[in-house]
Nanobody, 115 residues
């Protein structure tokens, strides 16, 4: 059974940093491109960052230069380092395969940026 468990969210002031982790089990992690997604209240879920099997990376425009996605294939974990956080980054953050698999969505981790 595939399981993706996100962690690392929290409350942070504007300009602060957080590092999210997504632990993956039940699939051959290294064979999959992965993505971090977020859903803000009242908005659709959107792709924030992706990393391919060979670590080719791309970001949504609003996070370029602030967020960094990475993966550790030995540990089956994908990370999202978030710096210079803004209130508009407030959302529930999820990981999934790059072309998301519906059954893989987990609980997500809440990120709240507020003073």
């Amino acid at each position: 059974q595939v399981r993706l468990v996100e962690s690392g969210g929290g409350l942070v002031q504007p300009g602060g940093s957080l590092r999210l982790s997504c632990a993956v089990s039940g699939m051959l992690f290294r064979l999959y491109a992965m993505g971090w997604y977020r859903q803000a209240p009242g908005k659709q879920r959107e792709l924030v960052a992706k990393i391919t099997q060979v670590a080719i990376i791309d970001y949504e425009d609003s996070v370029k230069g602030r967020f960094t996605i990475s993966r550790d294939n030995a540990k089956n974990v994908v990370y999202l380092q978030m710096n210079s956080l803004k209130p508009e980054d407030t959302a529930v953050y999820y990981c999934n395969t790059y072309r998301p698999t519906e059954s893989y969505w987990g609980q997500g981790t809440q990120v709240t940026v507020s003073s």
